[in-house]
């Protein structure tokens, strides 16, 4: 089932504040942008085929509506009725010492938590009650956190915050479209400020209370790198070719099989008298990477099928194979870059593990920092 568990305390705050705005403006332009790239990419069952042993598998989730009897619903408190008739954003789903949390930011914080994990909609009813109930675990942490990170000054805290609102409405082409993307999170100008001070004030306190206090050591760093060398630091060799395919049916029959090599070799004269590769694979290769000129981007060992992988690596940047055939057809492939298989030196990573190790110290510590705020909050779930 979809659960945001895994994220940190402070992510809700990072995403409610400024920085979620470009976020969310990136994923809607994603999403409208790459539909057509996808069903390009995905119709290769054929140069899915022709191009990969396996496809992946979407994850599914089955969840069961559950339907309320009648009776429920009647017997419900009148206060709980009238509740649920109150608009969103004067409807409390929580209290945390006092400080109210209320539909409208419940709902907020989900969609904008969906929109950056990029989770398709409609939900199932169980599985989008299950991360309701995980945002407002991660609410509950972010507010607690805020009440004691308020007890800490902050220099020039509303200049801090006029500048990073500033910062975030110039990354918009204009007021309407800073206006649209704050409407498309149900966010006005006033939550934005909101916001951008909890951003600030509980950024404080981490860094004074936290990172300040934390450090990895060199012989963290060696630990990690030397457990961890096969899955993050040794590079594989990788290539990127485009193709231009030649398809044919399994149960074609010797004519057909020969007019498809004949028309492959016809393309590829093409392509060694000085036509251009993409345009030709544009007009005449049956896969559906056609459209982006026959690139299948990057890929390693063990993901083509042997013949078309074979023939690929064999190749120099910048380089045309002959006519290959495999199960799915005739392939004229043309090599545009490789990197060979590297493994990364500790002294050239030795920066960066130390700096995640020392964040993952800092989450840890914040995390049994926040179960102590818990264990002494008023926390009212309504």
């Known amino acids: 089932m979809f659960s945001f568990r895994k994220v940190s305390s402070t992510a809700v705050i990072a995403l409610l504040m400024t920085a979620l705005l470009p976020t969310w403006s990136t994923a809607k332009e994603a999403k409208d942008?790459?539909?057509?790239?996808?069903?390009?990419?995905k119709a290769p069952k054929k140069a899915a085929k022709a191009t990969s042993k396996a496809a992946p598998?979407?994850?599914?989730?089955?969840?069961?509506?559950?339907?309320?009897e009648p009776a429920q619903e009647q017997a419900k408190p009148a206060e709980s009725r009238t509740a649920a008739s109150q608009p969103a954003e004067s409807q409390t789903v929580l209290r945390v010492n006092g400080t109210t949390i209320t539909r409208l930011e419940l709902d907020r914080a989900v969609k904008i938590m969906l929109a950056q994990n990029q989770v398709q909609q409609p939900l199932p009813p169980e599985?989008?009650?299950?991360?309701?109930?995980?945002?407002?675990?991660?609410?509950?942490?972010?507010?607690?956190?805020?009440?004691?990170?308020?007890?800490l000054a902050v220099q020039d805290l509303d200049k801090q915050i006029a500048e990073k609102v500033a910062q975030n409405?110039?990354?918009?082409?204009?007021?309407?479209?800073?206006?649209?993307?704050?409407?498309?999170?149900?966010?006005?100008?006033?939550?934005?400020?909101?916001?951008?001070?909890?951003?600030?004030?509980?950024?404080?306190?981490?860094?004074?209370?936290?990172?300040?206090?934390?450090?990895?050591?060199?012989?963290?760093?060696?630990?990690f790198y030397d457990e961890n060398l096969e899955q993050y630091f040794k590079k594989p060799e990788t290539a990127q070719a485009s193709h231009i395919l030649i398809s044919i049916d399994e149960k074609a029959s010797a004519e057909d099989r020969?007019?498809?090599?004949?028309?492959?070799?016809?393309?590829?004269?093409?392509?060694?008298?000085?036509?251009?590769?993409?345009?030709?694979?544009?007009s005449d290769s049956s896969c559906?990477?056609?459209?982006?000129?026959?690139?299948?981007?990057?890929?390693?060992?063990?993901?083509?099928?042997?013949?078309?992988?074979?023939?690929?690596?064999?190749?120099?940047?910048?380089?045309?194979?002959?006519?290959?055939e495999t199960q799915f057809g005739y392939h004229i492939i043309k090599l545009t870059s490789k990197q060979e298989a590297a493994t990364e030196k500790?002294?050239?990573?030795?920066?960066?593990?130390?700096?995640?190790?020392?964040?993952?110290?800092?989450?840890?510590?914040?995390?049994?920092?926040?179960?102590?705020?818990?264990?002494?909050?008023?926390?009212?779930?309504?």
């Open 33 to 41: 942008t790459t539909a057509p790239k996808a069903t390009a990419k």
């Open 57 to 68: 598998k979407k994850a599914s989730a089955d969840a069961k509506e559950q339907v309320k």
């Open 127 to 151: 599985t989008m009650k299950q991360a309701e109930n995980d945002v407002l675990e991660q609410l509950t942490a972010a507010e607690l956190l805020y009440q004691e990170a308020s007890k």
């Open 169 to 223: 409405r110039s990354k918009f082409g204009s007021d309407a479209d800073f206006e649209e993307a704050l409407k498309g999170i149900d966010m006005t100008l006033k939550d934005m400020n909101d916001f951008t001070r909890k951003d600030i004030v509980i950024n404080n306190f981490i860094e004074k209370q936290f990172s300040t206090k934390t450090a990895a050591t060199e012989a963290e760093a060696r630990k």
């Open 258 to 282: 020969k007019k498809a090599k004949e028309k492959a070799e016809a393309i590829l004269k093409r392509v060694k008298g000085g036509e251009d590769f993409a345009a030709l694979a544009k």
């Open 288 to 324: 559906p990477s056609s459209s982006q000129g026959g690139d299948l981007g990057t890929f390693t060992r063990g993901q083509m099928v042997p013949a078309f992988e074979s023939a690929t690596f064999a190749l120099k940047p910048g380089e045309v194979s002959g006519v290959v």
């Open 346 to 382: 500790f002294e050239n990573v030795k920066e960066k593990i130390t700096e995640v190790l020392k964040r993952e110290k800092v989450q840890q510590e914040l995390s049994t920092f926040i179960d102590g705020l818990k264990k002494s909050a008023k926390i009212e779930k309504l």
